[in-house]
């Protein structure tokens, strides 16, 4: 198989030379082991993160080993019962067209009709995961808040804007880096107002979208879009910080926020998480989004790059806002 290793820890943006790409030779199958095919594989921001030798809450990527990550797929061969040839398959193998390993360390998804399997890598997966649990155990949400959302057109922040309007937000404004990604906050993704960053003046632009202020902030960018909502907060205000994209490819540390005092003054909450420790949510969230996309309810978008050896163009061109909604890594299709 191909997979794709880390052969550099990279400083600021990542370029091609800190990759690898290398031909694997699977042996015969172990007694319970199996010999997956993906069809797609996820790049993510978080990866960014593991690919410094920095404390955080994953360990660091080793050099000169294949990046792993979230992928779907399908049993090519087994040597276990309980994942039978053809059974479509999550797993955390990551970066690799193929990959055998004990069954265990495998497990099986659901075949939706007419959907592809990429779902299980985004909105039925671990991003619309991310954002019901930043909005529900995180912001609180409340009927009628009125919610910001920076990053909304990206993978978490699509399914942000729609899960708050299905849980009984107000309005709901989202912020995203162009004019295309801006029209599917408002015509695809549950968004009331939205805005590009790139125009400038995020907390100008936020102030107008939002004249009343703001309840709750899910912030999956941080610095300038932070800064912005601690002005636009009204009392009592909560924030899920789910992420900060602006700071990740950075080699210097940007000063500010600028109005943390904010968050004394007005009794705010900021409250950060990961997902690790809200994995008893799954089942809730499971429950829920599978009614509202059974039912038709939920639009997502998916960015996709073909071939294994394009995935760090793919992660790149996430970071720098290629996508819009999922960005995929297709094997197979
Ligand atoms: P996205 O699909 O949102 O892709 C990343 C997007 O970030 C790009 O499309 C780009 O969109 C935007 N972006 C890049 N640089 C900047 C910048 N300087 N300022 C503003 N926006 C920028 O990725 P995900 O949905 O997978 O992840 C979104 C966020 O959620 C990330 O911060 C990630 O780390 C975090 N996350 C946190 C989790 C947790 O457990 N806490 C779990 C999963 C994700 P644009 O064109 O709009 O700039």
Redesign the pocket.
Known sequence: STQIQLAARPQGWPTHDDFRTVQVTHGPLQDGEVRVRNAFVSV???MRGRMNDTRSYVAPYALGETVTGGAVGRVVESADPSLPVGTAVLHQHGWSDAVQAPASTFRAVAEIPGVPLSVHLHVLG??GL?AYVGLTAIAGLREGDTVFVS?A?????SSVGQIAKLLGAGRVIGS???AE?VDALTSRYGYDVAFN?KDGDVRGQLAAAAPDGIDVFFD??GGDHLEAALDAFNDGGRAAL?????GYNTTTRAPGPDNLANVITRGLTLQG???AGYLHLAPEFTQAMTGWFGAGTIAYDETVVDGIEHTVDAFLD??R?A?TG??LVRVDG
């Open positions: 993510d921001p978080y671990m991003t991310t990053g057109a990206g993978a978490v922040g995203a880096g162009s990604k960053y999956n960018v789910c992420g900060a994209i602006s998480f990961t997902l996430m970071m806002g996508n999922k960005m």
